[in-house]
């Protein structure tokens, strides 16, 4: 019982071996990152097994498009976490709970308007992928599946919002496991949703994202209900949602560029997916396959799987970062920002490896999809987008480092000019790399090295990103006075 209870105590980030604090708190966030992917697999695998050719790609397409408007989410939540780690590092129980009262009336705004926004984005966003109605049959079908799951998962946008802003709130007081926990359950819920909703009532695209939707209810609940339950001196008082504009300006200071951010690096990603259909496109300007749409989705979503160990280990320098901050261990932060580069590189040696090995004979490819519609143009597709992207592996770890590094001492101007940079250089190598090697306009006669345009867009992107992070991470994070070094805490 006492192991089982220590589990549950918060981790104090400012104190202990460096790496080793940092790698602690990080394996619960991975975890969750991982069921988090679990829920994409499942989705994916559920409906590939369940669904015809068409309905799997327009699921497939609408990956970016729901990222828009749920990276924007994470993003304000993940900033407003900050002002909590520093209120836990200065040990300011009333400042937390004041902080987390206003990351509930903030969440609960954004909510509102970002559903109301998304709903009446639905069909500009997918015209901007090239998916619009139409007498093509096979174009009309992707269309229709993806606006219906993308509406579906918009009109529940509120109940990813709420459990991310729950969970940033736990991981800022250094508590990973409570998140992982809950969503665990959730992820069993949602697979047994889909098998329910999908394989037995027949429901289609409308049944995944149902599904998903009630999960991820049942997680944002769950985490409220413990955190009130367990941790007794963060239980708010009617005095704690006062308002108060500076508490609100402050919060979103700091949530507001990092959401603009996430979803700016979606807008790129949209871009690219927009140039990905025009490889399943005649010259005529029909969609008249799916091959390029699914092979990129399922080396997407692998991806994805991939990069959890980077995310989870920039998510842990957030609260690292914030905590440290707050206590003044400026050293500390260098250290630990030092040491994270190191697991870094372990990471990027194991997962891209991993990654390499699943491409053999697009084995990745049937986790997602039947048999059936996996051939070798999709393998085709699938395989150089990964080559491309695992190739370079390590800065993007680089790049969740710094970026949550500097987001955590405060510096959030940095981050966003590093969205912006990101999504300057993967628009413009999407929109001109590809057409200047094809020699012309992208479509299904498109030559195959024309698909190196298209798949180097990611690392490139990082790059420069990459770089304008370093420049902020110099000036803020490695260049502390000999004097400040001395008096700091380096325990």
Same mark, same amino acid.
């Given at each position: 019982?006492?192991?089982?209870?220590?589990?549950?105590?918060?981790?104090?980030?400012?104190?202990?071996?460096?790496?080793?604090?940092?790698? #602690?708190?990080?394996?619960?966030?991975?975890?969750?990152?991982?069921?988090?992917?679990?829920?994409?697999?499942?989705?994916?695998? &559920?409906?590939?097994?369940?669904?015809?050719?068409?309905?799997?790609?327009?699921?497939?397409?609408?990956?970016?498009?729901?990222? &828009?408007?749920?990276?924007?989410?994470?993003?304000?939540?993940?900033?407003?976490?900050?002002?909590? $780690?520093?209120?836990?590092?200065?040990?300011?129980?009333?400042?937390?709970?004041?902080?987390?009262?206003?990351?509930?009336?903030?969440?609960?705004?954004?909510?509102?308007?970002?559903?109301?926004?998304? &709903?009446?984005? &639905?069909?500009?966003?997918?015209?901007?992928?090239?998916?619009?109605?139409?007498?093509?049959?096979?174009?009309?079908?992707?269309?229709?599946?993806?606006?219906?799951?993308?509406?579906?998962?918009?009109?529940?946008?509120?109940?990813?919002?709420?459990?991310?802003?729950?969970?940033?709130? #736990?991981?800022?007081?250094?508590?990973?496991?409570?998140?992982?926990?809950?969503?665990?359950?959730?992820?069993?819920?949602?697979?047994?949703?889909?098998?329910?909703?999908?394989?037995?009532?027949?429901?289609?695209?409308?049944?995944?994202?149902?599904?998903?939707?009630?999960?991820?209810?049942?997680?944002?609940?769950?985490?409220?209900?413990?955190?009130?339950?367990?941790?007794?001196?963060?239980?708010?008082?009617?005095?704690?949602? $006062?308002?108060? #504009?500076?508490?609100?300006?402050?919060?979103?200071?700091?949530?507001?560029?990092?959401?603009?951010?996430?979803?700016? #690096?979606?807008?790129?990603?949209?871009?690219?997916?927009?140039?990905?259909?025009?490889?399943?496109?005649?010259?005529?300007?029909?969609?008249?396959?799916?091959?390029?749409?699914?092979?990129?989705?399922?080396?997407?979503?692998?991806?994805?799987?991939?990069?959890?160990?980077?995310?989870?280990?920039?998510?842990?320098?957030?609260?690292?970062?914030?905590?440290?901050?707050?206590?003044?261990?400026?050293?500390?932060?260098?250290?630990?920002?030092?040491?994270?580069?190191?697991?870094?590189?372990?990471?990027?040696?194991?997962?891209?490896?991993?990654?390499?090995?699943?491409?053999?004979?697009?084995?990745?490819?049937?986790?997602?999809?039947?048999?059936?519609?996996?051939?070798?143009?999709?393998?085709?597709?699938?395989?150089?987008?990964?080559?491309?992207?695992?190739?370079?592996?390590?800065?993007?770890?680089?790049?969740?480092?710094?970026?949550?590094?500097?987001?955590?001492?405060?510096?959030?101007?940095?981050?966003?000019?590093?969205?912006?940079?990101?999504?300057?250089?993967?628009?413009?190598?999407?929109?001109?790399?590809?057409?200047?090697?094809?020699?012309?306009?992208?479509?299904?006669?498109? $030559?195959?090295?024309?698909?190196?345009?298209?798949?180097?867009?990611?690392?490139?992107?990082?790059?420069?990103?990459?770089?304008?992070?370093?420049?902020?991470?110099?000036?803020?994070?490695?260049?502390?006075?000999?004097?400040?070094?001395?008096?700091?805490?380096?325990?």
């Amino acid at each position: 019982m006492k192991i089982l209870k220590r589990l549950f105590e918060p981790i104090d980030l400012s104190k202990g071996i460096i790496w080793k604090v940092i790698v #602690l708190f990080s394996i619960p966030i991975l975890l969750s990152y991982i069921f988090q992917q679990i829920y994409t697999i499942a989705d994916a695998a &559920i409906c590939g097994q369940f669904l015809n050719e068409n309905q799997v790609a327009g699921v497939n397409n609408t990956g970016n498009i729901v990222f &828009i408007v749920l990276q924007f989410a994470f993003g304000c939540t993940a900033g407003f976490s900050v002002i909590t $780690s520093n209120k836990i590092g200065q040990k300011d129980i009333e400042g937390v709970r004041r902080s987390f009262a206003t990351q509930i009336k903030l969440s609960f705004v954004i909510s509102i308007i970002l559903t109301i926004i998304a &709903i009446l984005c &639905i069909n500009p966003l997918l015209a901007v992928i090239g998916l619009k109605a139409s007498n093509n049959p096979v174009q009309n079908e992707i269309y229709e599946s993806a606006k219906l799951y993308v509406l579906i998962i918009f009109a529940g946008t509120f109940t990813q919002i709420f459990y991310n802003q729950v969970c940033s709130f #736990l991981r800022s007081v250094g508590d990973s496991l409570t998140p992982l926990l809950f969503l665990i359950f959730s992820t069993v819920v949602n697979i047994l949703l889909d098998l329910l909703f999908i394989a037995v009532f027949n429901w289609g695209v409308a049944g995944a994202a149902i599904a998903t939707v009630i999960a991820q209810a049942i997680s944002a609940i769950g985490c409220f209900i413990y955190t009130f339950y367990h941790y007794r001196e963060y239980r708010l008082k009617k005095s704690d949602f $006062s308002f108060n #504009l500076n508490d609100d300006i402050r919060h979103l200071k700091l949530g507001l560029p990092l959401a603009f951010q996430f979803s700016i #690096l979606c807008i790129g990603l949209i871009v690219m997916q927009a140039v990905i259909i025009k490889f399943d496109t005649n010259t005529a300007g029909q969609v008249v396959t799916s091959y390029a749409q699914n092979g990129f989705g399922a080396a997407t979503k692998l991806n994805n799987f991939l990069m959890c160990p980077f995310n989870a280990l920039g998510t842990a320098m957030l609260s690292y970062c914030g905590q440290n901050f707050g206590a003044n261990k400026k050293e500390r932060i260098k250290l630990g920002v030092k040491q994270a580069f190191i697991i870094v590189f372990i990471e990027y040696i194991i997962f891209a490896g991993i990654g390499l090995l699943l491409t053999i004979n697009g084995f990745y490819l049937y986790i997602f999809y039947s048999a059936d519609k996996v051939n070798p143009e999709t393998i085709r597709y699938g395989n150089i987008y990964l080559y491309c992207d695992l190739s370079l592996y390590f800065i993007l770890g680089m790049l969740f480092v710094l970026r949550n590094s500097l987001q955590g001492i405060g510096k959030a101007l940095y981050p966003f000019l590093a969205g912006i940079g990101e999504l300057a250089g993967r628009t413009m190598i999407c929109l001109t790399l590809p057409t200047l090697i094809n020699g012309g306009p992208i479509s299904t006669e498109a $030559s195959d090295i024309s698909l190196l345009g298209i798949s180097f867009a990611d690392p490139l992107a990082w790059i420069f990103a990459t770089s304008i992070m370093i420049y902020g991470a110099v000036k803020y994070i490695f260049k502390i006075s000999s004097n400040e070094e001395n008096i700091i805490n380096m325990k």
